[in-house]
């Protein structure tokens, strides 16, 4: 999966232009200036743009900005022009401890889910026992009215007070907890624990797996 970075370096280029030409397209819109295009494009670099600019950047760079938020190359139209078109969902780390960060969510991906920003929570995904199906610093959004544990789906489980990420497998006698990183063996746990009230709860499903961009 591509960070906002290579992202942003990627749709410039495609878009045939240099970082001074951006700049001075933006200048009379969002306005930044060249040393802050070059830190959003720098691979490890925490300075991350604003929405504003994000936005902008989209409209210059003649692509869709959710693209540019999350990856996912759209088909079809859908409106994100500005703050009235997104709703923030606060993260949390995998401590379950918030992160004083917000993802925006387009609200048009809420209504095609007939979803509400309430019953989601968000996480910063930490690790590789997951990969490739999530990446290292990748934000999931999780819906936590879904907690019937649908074999092959990944959920977020809290286990022994602990949170983790897990693609499930239904058993006979119980649940197979599976990594996708192959190097992870998985773990099984029985029904008999399944039922005690301390072991094990389900914050909800997985339904969306991304890339974490900026603050605002």
């Known amino acids: 999966m591509q960070n906002l970075s290579s992202r942003l370096e990627q749709a410039r280029k495609n878009a045939q232009l240099t970082r001074d030409e951006v700049v001075q397209l933006a200048s009379q819109t969002s306005g930044f200036s060249r040393s802050s295009l070059q830190d959003w494009e720098q691979e490890g ?18 692509i869709h900005p959710w693209t540019l938020i999350s990856g996912e190359v759209l088909t079809t139209d859908h409106s994100l022009e500005s703050m009235a078109d997104i709703e923030s969902l606060a993260l949390n780390n995998l401590t379950n401890e918030p992160s004083n960060r917000n993802f925006p969510v387009p609200k048009w991906w809420l209504d095609e889910r007939d979803l509400q920003v309430s019953q989601l929570v968000g996480y910063i995904y930490q690790g590789d026992t997951m990969s490739p199906t999530i990446a290292n610093h990748a934000i999931i959004i ?14 977020v489980l809290i ?58």
């Open 45 to 62: 670099n925490t300075r991350e743009p604003k929405l504003e600019y994000l936005l902008d950047l989209a409209r210059i760079y003649g």
């Open 159 to 216: 286990i022994n007070s602990e949170l983790f990420v897990r693609r499930v497998q239904r058993l006979p006698d119980g649940i197979r907890l599976i990594n996708d990183n192959a190097k992870y063996t998985y773990v099984d746990i029985s029904q008999e624990k399944l039922i005690k009230d301390d072991y094990l709860s389900v914050i909800g499903k997985v339904i969306f797996v991304g890339a974490y961009f900026e603050r605002f």
């Open 142 to 155: 999780v819906d936590k009215l879904q907690k019937q544990l649908i074999d092959g789906a990944v959920y």
